[in-house]
């Protein structure tokens, strides 16, 4: 199963009749209809000022001190309501350092290029004034790197515009002129990073580029190889910046979209790679919900792959019907966060019979006993717990309840915070620790994989009640 990133539309969703979660299936979920967050905006460039001895400038790495940004719309009013002004006050304004003619000529030769292409885009009447200002901004920004080829800013911008440029156009009709668009802006960008290596909306930016190049190629090598460069300038992006849940999100969908291509050998490592993408994206943000929703496709699909081939991917261990589950669980919570989006709606259709109803999760966890939560490790015991919209409860079997032992019962309200426990006094395995108004509770899970389906659940479960909106969720698993 494939995922689009960035702004093609969402697939219509495969209708699909109930069936048994035990039964392999074959229907995809469609794409979030907002993978991407906008691109990141314009940066205004300081002046660059000669030196009173006309020595050559060093060109490093500047700091962003206080300098505003600015988003394309105000950009292009601003050039707008100056372009008939003589006097050059515009965003790309800078001194010149000592000539180059040779490079100045380089440059120029190659701006003649990239304006005949934007020549060629045909513009409907509803966007043929921002084409014009998107034309006027690039002669701009194109003037200020033949002036200056070590304005990084300028470079950032004027890959920013020839990237909306691209926008423009009808891929179905002109795939050419867009791609082609594409190969120019992520040379911008190439440009502007090795002049300052740390600009991550840079790195950022040149990989959304570069994965709108690869959705022009289809399923082909040169598509591989760009989907390759993607994910590798989505990690840049991350590294220089790695409080970006938008990256992270497409990141893992340029990761989803590559091991649609790649070999089956190959694709259980970069889907296993998506997971932790995605995963990494919602613990940034936990009412992230297209990551959460995207997380939730992943999983269908290495679902619908281990259903299909009989293999188990992840750990050798969970099995087909327990990654529907949990797919429909991140399908479940993207709804209830976003319940007027029409693309989880369908896709919950889908999957909604995946869930352990009238619970959103069901499974195991080592336990101490509810009296004596410090006991020696021979007394913490394996119990079945169940998750819904209300809380986290331990079950008991017919012998248990006999003997009236307590349960353990954890209200979603009362929790203040769920996170992995490193303590090394518990009994071995992946521990959790909730903190609660009423004191801690220590649970241990079988394995990490699901420790962190069981963190994700918990974690889903109390944003959706933080945001208000458990009475959806309620409706999901209860009907």
């Given amino acids: 199963m494939s995922t689009n990133t960035d702004h093609q539309p969402a697939a219509e969703l495969h209708t699909k009749q109930k069936h048994d979660p035990h039964e392999p299936q074959h229907a995809s979920i469609p794409p979030s209809p907002e993978n991407n967050a906008p691109r990141s905006p314009i940066r205004s460039p300081k002046a660059v000022v000669e030196s009173d001895h006309k020595q050559p400038i060093f060109i490093g790495l500047r700091k962003d001190d206080g300098r505003p940004t600015v988003?394309?719309?105000?950009?292009?009013?601003?050039?707008?309501?100056?372009?008939?002004?003589?006097?050059?006050?515009?965003?790309?304004?800078?001194?010149?350092?000592?000539?180059?003619?040779?490079?100045?000529?380089?440059?120029?030769?190659?701006?003649s290029v990239i304006m005949a292409l934007i020549d060629t885009i045909i513009s409907s009447d509803d966007v043929r004034s921002r084409q014009r200002m998107l034309k006027f901004a690039a002669k701009r920004y194109a003037s200020a790197i033949e002036s200056n080829p070590?304005?990084?800013?300028?470079?950032?911008?004027?890959?920013?515009?020839?990237?909306?440029?691209?926008?423009?156009?009808?891929?179905?009709?002109?795939?050419?002129?867009?791609?082609a668009l594409l190969e120019e802006a992520c040379k911008?960008?190439?440009?502007?990073?090795?002049?300052?290596?740390?600009?991550?909306?840079?790195?950022?930016?040149w990989a959304i580029a570069i994965a709108d190049r690869a959705k022009l190629h289809g399923r082909t090598k040169e598509a591989e190889a760009l989907w390759k460069q993607a994910t590798k300038s989505y990690e840049k992006a991350v590294q220089l910046n790695w409080n970006s849940p938008q990256a992270l999100n497409n990141w893992g969908l340029a990761l989803q979209e590559l091991s649609a291509i790649v070999t089956a050998r190959e694709k259980q490592t970069i889907v296993k790679t998506a997971i932790s993408k995605f995963r990494a994206a919602i613990r940034l943000q936990f009412d992230f919900h297209r990551a959460i929703y995207n997380l939730g496709t992943v999983l269908y699909g290495l679902a619908e792959d281990t259903s299909r081939t009989g293999v188990l991917v992840i750990g050798n261990e969970i099995s087909s019907n327990e990654l529907y589950s949990q797919s429909a669980i991140y399908v479940a919570a993207a709804h209830a966060l976003k319940p007027n989006y029409s693309v989880y709606t369908s896709a919950l259709k889908l999957v909604r019979s995946m869930l352990p109803l009238p619970y959103l999760k069901v499974g195991y966890l080592t336990v101490p006993p509810v009296e004596?939560?410090?006991?020696?490790h021979c007394d913490w015991k394996r119990f079945k717990f169940v998750l819904n919209h209300e809380g986290l409860e331990q079950i008991h079997d017919d012998e248990e309840k006999t003997n009236d032992r307590p349960a353990i019962r954890v209200d979603i309200q009362d929790i203040v915070s769920v996170k992995v426990c490193s303590d090394l006094t518990l009994p071995p395995g992946p521990s959790i620790i909730i903190d609660t108004i009423n004191g801690q509770i220590f649970l241990i899970a079988d394995s990490w994989e699901y420790l962190d389906s069981w963190l994700d659940a918990l974690r889903l479960v109390y944003t959706i009640f933080a945001r208000g909106k458990t009475d959806v969720l309620a409706g999901i698993i209860t009907g």
């Fill in 372 to 376: 004596n939560p410090v006991a020696p």
């Fill in 71 to 111: 988003t394309m719309k105000e950009l292009l009013s601003a050039l707008e309501n100056g372009s008939t002004n003589s006097n050059d006050n515009s965003p790309s304004s800078v001194v010149s350092t000592p000539s180059r003619s040779q490079e100045s000529k380089q440059y120029k030769e190659q701006n």
């Fill in 188 to 205: 911008k960008y190439d440009e502007a990073t090795q002049l300052n290596p740390a600009l991550h909306d840079a790195y950022y930016n």
């Fill in 150 to 179: 070590d304005d990084y800013d300028a470079l950032y911008n004027w890959a920013l515009v020839l990237q909306e440029c691209a926008d423009n156009v009808n891929s179905s009709a002109n795939s050419h002129t867009k791609d």
